[in-house]
């Protein structure tokens, strides 16, 4: 690989705050999909169209980001990702003028365009800088930061967002006119901080532009066929990882994006307190279990450490359908730490020993981030159907069976011919 002599460090705390703003644009959601939800009187499946949108993203964009890095390197994707982020950041302005539920599904699709570039190029970058042995270490560390936002951003979008609003009792005593003004209103309530996001997404872009990176390419060609897509396709150990983060992602997704919604059934507690959980008790675990995660690292091989987090959270999500009260709610936040490693781990061993192929590798295992547009319909569709979200718990424990096979089996390296 052709690496120049700029500061890797430097490169890589660079890297760490892409990691906190994806994360926590990403960690607003579960605010949106209540906030409008209560806005557009929609059902939870319809609601649940808010992750589909950014995920869906993924997939059709991961491909093309591929494409990108191998012709023009890993910091123009990143200063491409930001510019589809801030984009997608200030179409929440006109979405919120026109009072329209597709808008803001379009405006989160740009964003999850970003997203995916910046996914595409940042994962393999970091994992890329510095030694392979170290790699799920390094990736697990950055991705910590991704951690801190899962605390900060719900307690930020619930003071900026679902405190707006006027209260389900008032909203009733409304006439319709009224109500549905004040519906509008509520919707509104958005363009505050998707504004901020996005001015604070322009500025990392300029700072990127004017910063020098390594660049960490294969040598060779840069033309991408569909042999090479296939080609990588082939390999046992990425395939796998491609199987195994749709499914993560998707357990993921379900068990974020709906806690409020499960909370306010399973312990009986209002939005704006179910959001301060989310943030102090879900995202917390969450980021302790990523610095835990990668100090744990140090004494046990990272697949078998994904192995045991992921059998701990099949038992796990079994007992969330049937708790109650607030043990219901550390449950959830036991399965967030155990949660916490799926994702670098995953990435990390998939792209392992690709050589030439990491930038096509690393666009299938984000096109697999598409697992989190689609399985959340299947919970949202399970709990419409039963009345009771908390059967929806089902389908992340089916998805950790799958991440358990991975970090078992599906992890080993069977080819390293032609990489």
């Not at 984009?87 to 302005?93: D, N, P, Q, T, V």
């Not at 919707?187 to 004017?210: H, W």
């Not at 038992?315 to 399965?335: E, R």
């Not at 949660?339 to 990491?358: E, W």
Request: proline letters at 3%; a positive charge.
């Amino acid at each position: 690989m052709a690496v120049n002599k700029a500061s890797t460090g430097a490169a890589f705390i660079l890297l760490t705050s892409l990691f906190f703003m994806w994360g926590f644009v990403h960690n607003l959601d579960p605010i949106l999909i209540p906030h409008l939800k209560k806005s557009f009187s929609l059902s939870t499946l319809q609601a649940s169209l808010v992750d589909s949108s950014v995920f869906i993203a993924y997939f059709l964009m991961a491909l093309p980001a591929g494409i990108l890095l191998k012709k023009y390197g890993y910091k123009t994707g990143i200063i491409t990702g930001l510019i589809f982020f801030a984009i997608g950041s200030f179409l929440f302005i006109p979405a919120a003028n026109t009072q329209a539920y597709g808008f803001f599904l379009a405006a989160l699709f740009v964003i999850g365009c970003g997203l995916a570039l910046l996914e595409t190029a940042a994962n393999p970058y970091a994992a890329l800088l510095g030694s392979a042995d170290t790699a799920s270490q390094r990736l697990n560390f950055a991705q910590a930061f991704n951690g801190l936002s899962v605390t900060i951003a719900p307690i930020i979008g619930a003071k900026l967002i679902l405190t707006q609003g006027a209260s389900d009792e008032l909203l009733n005593s409304m006439d319709a006119v009224s109500r549905q003004a004040a519906l509008a209103s509520e919707a509104a309530s958005v363009k505050l901080p998707y504004t901020i996001i996005g001015m604070v997404i322009l500025l990392i872009a300029f700072i990127f532009t004017r910063i020098k990176m390594p660049d960490i390419r294969e040598e060779g060609s840069t033309k991408v066929t569909r042999k090479e897509i296939f080609s990588a396709w082939q390999i046992p150990h990425l395939r796998w990882a491609v199987i195994a983060q749709f499914f993560y992602v998707g357990a993921q997704v379900c068990v974020n994006s709906l806690f409020i919604l499960y909370a306010a059934k399973s312990a009986a507690i209002d939005r704006a307190t179910a959001a301060t959980y989310l943030g102090l008790g879900y995202g917390l675990s969450f980021m302790i279990g990523r610095f835990a995660g990668t100090f744990f690292m140090r004494f046990v091989q990272p697949a078998r450490l994904l192995t045991l987090y992921a059998l701990l959270n099949i038992v796990l999500c079994f007992a969330a359908v049937y708790a109650k009260g607030l043990p219901a709610l550390y449950i959830v936040f036991a399965i967030s730490f155990f949660m916490s490693i799926m994702f670098p781990t995953i990435f990390s061993l998939g792209i392992q020993s690709l050589g030439k192929q990491t930038e096509m590798g690393s666009s299938l295992i984000v096109m697999a981030i598409v697992g989190g547009g689609l399985l959340p319909l299947v919970f949202g569709y399970i709990t419409d159907v039963s009345g009771n979200i908390q059967n929806g718990y089902f389908v992340p424990m089916l998805c950790f069976v799958v991440v358990a096979y991975f970090g078992w089996k599906g992890h080993a390296i069977r080819k390293t011919a032609d990489l």
